[in-house]
């Protein structure tokens, strides 16, 4: 499996903002844990844009692309009540969402649409938001 691996603190761009409508998914509250309390995707002309959102500040964010199948990996560090999500509405790019648990942080896993090289953008917007854009091949 070839990887492709980033891990950042700090951006310093914000893509520009799409007149497209916005799906949002929901995680419900379990406890004092950190928590993705919104993942909103919003589909672009090409690709996607995620906002995710959590209720205290990230600690540090670490995103990366796997092959075969495609997919977007962004792993969440700190301590995180597990989070699950809704079904991904209908879009071009990433066909499901799943999150986990691993030592010290939580995973979250894009399913993309199909292989190729995905540009894939990350950027802080808020102490508590990152926002990932991804073009398609």
Known sequence: TQE????????????????????QVQSPAHSDQNIVSALQLTPTDTGAIIAITSQA???????FTLKEPGRLVVDLYGNYD???FDP????????NVRSGLH???LRIVFDLASEGEYLVDV????DAQIQVQVTAP
């Not at 950027?123 to 808020?126: A, G, I, N, P, R």
């Open 82 to 84: 597990p989070a699950g």
């Open 4 to 23: 492709t691996v980033q891990e950042t603190q700090v951006a310093v761009a914000v893509p520009e903002a799409t007149d497209q409508p916005s799906d």
């Open 123 to 126: 950027v802080k917007l808020t």
């Open 57 to 63: 500040p990230f600690e540090r964010y670490k995103y």
């Open 88 to 95: 991904v509405p209908s879009n071009t790019v990433i066909t």
């Open 103 to 105: 030592e010290g942080k």
